[in-house]
């Protein structure tokens, strides 16, 4: 499920974000740009995937309730029926050089070329998309927490924790915690290996801004969803 993060404070602070695991590891956020868009990618622009129209199932984000109790948020079947592009890759630190040097994105820390940019505000990363979008006239944006489940595939990582007690779920959540792999160090774009997909570094030990709110949800009994509401002063982050 995707993680909170304060979009509004992140930009002051940085967006290192801290797992608090047994061994403490910092993650930071990069993101990928997916761009909704028939027709041919200009040959300028990053190199892209394209996945067909089909369905897939999503696990929602936030905190969901369910008589009284927090729950795990549902699973949902989706479709898209139309084509969906995204980078292969994250965007790289050289890249986002490219948005410094024209003015348009706030100056970063130094690093390789080729390692993804990190450290970056969910702001930051509208700054780029709106960028990119006129360097190419395309039109590129964060995905949606949806669409970065269907591009993570198999190395999406369901951290449902049951519909136990509330003690139950702490146990459980330190026991994810603590069997987790700490891999502190970044490596370059491609390090991670790719997807059934073909989609870079999604199982890395960078987080992924999305486009997507905080949400707040009820279900009934049966588990169907009875409301729901969205706060984006704080926005979604995916990944390992």
Request: net charge negative; aromatic share 8%.
């Amino acid at each position: 499920m995707g993680r909170l993060a304060t979009a509004a404070l992140s930009i002051l602070k940085g967006t290192i974000m801290k797992l608090s695991t047994v061994a403490v590891l910092l993650l930071v956020v990069s993101f990928t740009i997916p761009v909704h868009r028939p027709g041919p990618i200009n040959s300028a622009g990053p190199e892209m995937v394209t996945l067909a129209p089909g369905a897939w199932s999503y696990r929602a984000s936030g905190t969901w309730h369910r008589d009284g109790r927090q729950v795990d948020p549902p699973r949902l079947a989706l479709e898209d029926d139309a084509p969906f592009s995204i980078m292969r890759h994250q965007v790289s630190r050289g890249e986002y050089a490219a948005c410094v040097a024209d003015g348009a994105c706030l100056p970063s820390e130094g690093g390789p070329a080729d390692e993804p940019r990190t450290q970056v505000s969910w702001h930051d990363a509208q700054a780029y998309a709106s960028w990119l979008s006129k360097e190419t006239g395309q039109t590129w944006r964060l995905p949606t927490d949806a669409e970065w489940q269907r591009a993570a595939a198999e190395r999406f990582t369901d951290d449902a924790l049951g519909d136990g007690d509330l003690s139950d779920r702490w146990l459980a959540r330190y026991a994810q915690e603590a069997e987790a792999e700490v891999h502190p160090v970044l490596r370059l774009l491609g390090g991670w290996g790719t997807n059934s997909l073909g989609i870079a570094d999604l199982a890395g030990n960078v987080w992924e801004w999305t486009n997507s709110c905080a949400v707040t949800g009820t279900l009934d009994s049966s588990g169907r969803v009875l409301a729901q509401s969205d706060y984006c002063g704080a926005r979604i982050v995916e990944g390992r």
